[in-house]
């Protein structure tokens, strides 16, 4: 629901309308979270407590690892075999949270965690070869937050094409409000020296690519071939479901542009992006109410639902709640929704805080609902 109201100047011949649009509070559901994806009484338990604390968005995880959280024939096809689960698992989790979601008034948006990235063991990377991209020296393992990892071609059309059909999947099997592309729909910015791209990059330009990753118009002609990626990839999502929500939540624009290749800035103007989500996660204040100042930010949240990502923790490190609770007021007053990283650390694995203070501080937050259905 979108409501508007107006601005009026000093020339009272200059009147402009800005939209106003409910706040973000959402939180993202990970393989982190054992107990949600395993049980399906805790499952409904939590989201049932996530309605009543007035969060109104979920990210559920759908693609981690080279993986699917669901029975996927796309999947399947390209020599990924089913996730092995107990007699604990729900058979279709992504289902249960669909269901679950809904009932609950909760906008569920599926979240393709690991985009162009996978583990270098997993059956995607190892059937899958040509798909890989490397650096300059050939080689093709780099490091990240999910630990060692390859990079498949975002320039490849069979990639590209896989991803495609892995969306599509999701939106047709279930009915879900949209879609989500994080910080891993990328490529660093020192990959990309694979056969394919240096041929495709040679066919464009008559030039072979500059040796320095860094290279102005290699960033930049890597980076336009991601967007032209993502612009077909939105068209083909509306296609198939025209209100499906293409949310993006991406790194602070310096970052995400400049070391991984990711234009977001431009995505928002070029309007194929309904929601954005910035991942600012910094360890102290100042420096994240910095972030929020950012020109990118502030001129996507004139257009579009806008939130920043806020870190309640990691294993066993969570994040102190005074500091969640002066981050949510920051990013309120500069007009800006949330969203969590992530459930388990919510208020689980907090020992010097107990689940009921953590949540009485998002209870009180969150004081009155803020529906986006």
Not at 75 to 84: D, F, Y
Not at 213 to 218: C, I, L
């Given at each position: 629901?979108?409501?508007?109201?107006?601005?009026?100047?000093?020339?009272?011949?200059?009147?402009?309308?800005?939209?106003?649009?409910?706040?973000?509070?959402?939180?993202?559901?990970?393989?982190?979270?054992?107990?949600?994806?395993?049980?399906?009484?805790?499952?409904?338990?939590?989201?049932?407590?996530?309605?009543?604390?007035?969060?109104?968005?979920?990210?559920?995880?759908?693609?981690?690892?080279?993986?699917?959280?669901?029975?996927?024939?796309?999947?399947?096809?390209?020599?990924?075999?089913?996730?092995?689960?107990?007699?604990?698992?729900?058979?279709?989790?992504?289902?249960?949270?669909?269901?679950?979601?809904?009932?609950?008034?909760?906008?569920?948006?599926?979240?393709?965690?690991?985009?162009?990235?996978?583990?270098?063991?997993?059956?995607?990377?190892?059937?899958?070869?040509?798909?890989?991209?490397?650096?300059?020296?050939?080689?093709?393992?780099?490091?990240?937050?999910?630990?060692?990892?390859?990079?498949?071609?975002?320039?490849?059309?069979?990639?590209?094409?896989?991803?495609?059909?892995?969306?599509?999947?999701?939106?047709?099997?279930?009915?879900?409000?949209?879609?989500?592309?994080?910080?891993?729909?990328?490529?660093?910015?020192?990959?990309?020296?694979?056969?394919?791209?240096?041929?495709?990059?040679?066919?464009?330009?008559?030039?072979?690519?500059?040796?320095?990753?860094?290279?102005?118009?290699?960033?930049?002609?890597?980076?336009?071939?991601?967007?032209?990626?993502?612009?077909?990839?939105?068209?083909?999502?509306?296609?198939?479901?025209?209100?499906?929500?293409?949310?993006?939540?991406?790194?602070?624009?310096?970052?995400?542009?400049?070391?991984?290749?990711?234009?977001?800035?431009?995505?928002?103007?070029?309007?194929?992006?309904?929601?954005?989500?910035?991942?600012?996660?910094?360890?102290?204040?100042?420096?994240?109410?910095?972030?929020?100042?950012?020109?990118?930010?502030?001129?996507?949240?004139?257009?579009?639902?806008?939130?920043?990502?806020?870190?309640?923790?990691?294993?066993?490190?969570?994040?102190?709640?005074?500091?969640?609770?002066?981050?949510?007021?920051?990013?309120?007053?500069?007009?800006?929704?949330?969203?969590?990283?992530?459930?388990?650390?919510?208020?689980?694995?907090?020992?010097?805080?107990n689940d009921d203070l953590r949540k009485g501080v998002v209870r009180a937050l969150f004081f009155e609902p803020q529906?986006?259905?």
């Open positions: 629901m979108v409501s508007v109201f107006l601005v009026v100047f000093l020339n009272p011949q200059q009147v402009i309308s800005q939209a106003v649009f409910p706040e973000i509070r959402g939180v993202w559901l990970t393989k982190n979270d054992t107990d949600i994806l395993i049980d399906r009484s805790v499952l409904e338990n939590s989201l049932r407590e996530l309605a009543d604390l007035n969060f109104n968005t979920i990210y559920p995880v759908v693609w981690n690892s080279g993986y699917a959280s669901y029975p996927s024939q796309v999947a399947e096809s390209v020599g990924i075999p089913p996730l092995v689960r107990s007699n604990l698992h729900n058979n279709d989790v992504i289902g249960d949270i669909v269901r679950e979601g809904h009932r609950q008034g909760l906008l569920v948006i599926p979240w393709f965690e690991f985009g162009f990235m996978t583990t270098p063991s997993s059956e995607l990377a190892t059937k899958n070869p040509r798909w890989i991209t490397n650096r300059r020296d050939g080689s093709k393992i780099g490091d990240s937050a999910a630990g060692q990892v390859v990079w498949l071609n975002p320039f490849h059309p069979q990639v590209q094409q896989f991803i495609m059909d892995l969306v599509l999947e999701v939106i047709t099997k279930y009915p879900v409000d949209g879609v989500q592309f994080d910080d891993h729909t990328v490529l660093p910015r020192d990959f990309g020296y694979d056969p394919y791209t240096i041929a495709l990059y040679k066919q464009e330009t008559k030039k072979n690519p500059p040796t320095n990753s860094q290279d102005k118009t290699w960033i930049k002609w890597r980076a336009d071939k991601i967007t032209d990626f993502m612009v077909r990839l939105n068209k083909a999502v509306k296609a198939k479901k025209p209100n499906a929500i293409f949310s993006v939540a991406p790194n602070p624009y310096s970052t995400a542009y400049n070391l991984f290749l990711q234009d977001w800035n431009r995505w928002v103007n070029l309007g194929i992006v309904d929601e954005l989500i910035i991942q600012v996660y910094r360890p102290d204040l100042k420096t994240f109410v910095k972030e929020l100042k950012n020109p990118q930010i502030q001129s996507a949240r004139k257009k579009i639902p806008t939130g920043v990502a806020i870190l309640t923790g990691l294993r066993n490190n969570p994040t102190p709640i005074t500091l969640i609770e002066d981050k949510v007021r920051q990013a309120r007053r500069h007009r800006l929704g949330v969203a969590f990283f992530y459930y388990e650390t919510l208020w689980e694995n907090a020992p010097m805080e529906s986006r259905l």
